[in-house]
């Protein structure tokens, strides 16, 4: 098994990638898929964490994460596609009538 | 699970019972009344079944070594299932004007809920997340739930987003304390200074704050808020501002307790420059604005910067007091809130957009005195003037303050306060001034949720003059939970 600190760097540069990634990208589909890189960043580390304390927890969290984000995926699709039918257009841009 | 643990978590049973009656009811019969009517009676039921959870508490109930169910916890989940039952009476009208179908606007609303009650009880990292989540992943639904129009949608996908990154970085946070301590449990989160493993446990404690930041929109994580706050139909607008952050503040407070995370020199400084900047920065930015639900967004931000001036004095005042004044601001907060947006709500009932803009409210003293004098005393409140709750709250934050020395912060509420007086006080001025011949009418208003905002404005005044009763109440639940 490879120590934890390698794991550790590896999980954060994953993290730093899906952050720069919802910062960056204007589709919305790219940026949910940006989530889902900083949420299994976070997963990773909770294997790793798990095996160095030789412990079941970093797994059930594990699980506990991969339903979380499913879950926030299919309502976050639903929204999705309720954007595309009423703003014609991914590019989250489009969507800014907020303002002051 | 011996039956001491089952009547302790009675509540909760009862109300995710409830929503899975209700999404089975839904799905047979789709009639709007019976919809309300069966959410009513599941929230009324859960606060009645906590009476029966405290019977089975002496100091505090550890649950499954995820929860701790204390008098507190009681004192905030029973907040919380009020909460959703104005917020539940606020939207029958509502949407029931709007929309054709809109019964699962209901168990989206009790599974917030009980998400909201999971985190304000959680001890441990796994149940705070999934309580956070269950919370979280319903709000997203509730704030698009008007999916005709755009600008909930857009709301929703922004709140979806950051709230996403925010709970992600909670997360990261976690796992990397995990990593490094070896537990998720609160009360052992612990790691010697000379460990060298330090580095990136602190690493996860700053993350967690950043997360929980995000959740409570403090400066500078607060971005979203007004964009949301003027998005989401009003009665969403007054969930979120209220139960979700009334649920994480009860989970920080229950944290800092916890855990020494306010003990790192760092970490307490930078909140008290997220505390600092969120008094300031919210007050400022409230006087630009002219959308009543954007300047409530920015006030929101405001008010919970003065709230974490009783969480950073955990370590230097007495914790009773720090428990005292968190619940009564808590309390106090809630009933302002939602009588602001209530109002926000019924003004704009047989509009197709809310009826947000602050000319909307011009010469309302002479057009609808009822509503006028309300959104006058949830004005004064929100301003913190005496004989209003806003007023008994902000002493307590202020005394709090003084106890545990805490200048700066102290000398921030009162900066932040002199300000907010002005917009407070602009406001109550448009509404005294003459309306203009040929302005646009006022929406009628029902008269079904009129009586919840007539409530809600008599005990903001009630309560600030006569607060003996419910200080009694906090001060004895706070002895009881052990304080």
Known sequence: MPPTEHVLVLALMLFCIGAVGVLVRRNIIFILLSLEFMMNACALV???AGAKWGQPDGQIMYMLILAIAASEVAVALGIVIQMARRFRTLDVDAASELRE | MTLTDLWVSFPLIVL??????????????RTHKLALGLTLLTLILSVAAHDIALENITTGYELFGLLNVSGIQVFFNVLFLLGAIVTALFAYPYFNERMERCEEFYILLLTATAGAMVVAAATHFASFILGLEILSISLYAMIAYPRESHQPLEAAAKYLVLSAVASSAILMGVALVYAASGTMAFAELNISPESGERSYFL???????VGIAFKLSLVPFHMWTPDVYQGAPAVVTGYVATVSKGAVIALLINYVQATEVLSYTGVFYAVVFVAVASMIVGNLLALLQTNLKRLLAYSSIAHLGYLLIAVLVVNTARPELVLETVLLYVAAYFIITLAAFGIVNLTSEHATEDNEQMEAYTGLFWRNPLLASVLTAVALALAGIPLTVGFIAKFYVFAAGVEGTAWALVWALLIGSAIGVFYYLRLIYTMVKQVEPGAAALPQVGTQSVVAVTVLG??????GVYPTPMIDMIRTIVQASGF
């Open chain 2, 203 to 209: 690493l996860g404690q700053a993350l967690i704050c």
């Open chain 1, 46 to 48: 909770f294997v790793a």
């Open chain 2, 16 to 29: 995710v019972g409830g929503t899975l009656v209700l999404m089975i009811g839904v799905s047979i019969v």
């Open chain 2, 458 to 463: 008599l005990l903001i005044v009630v309560l």
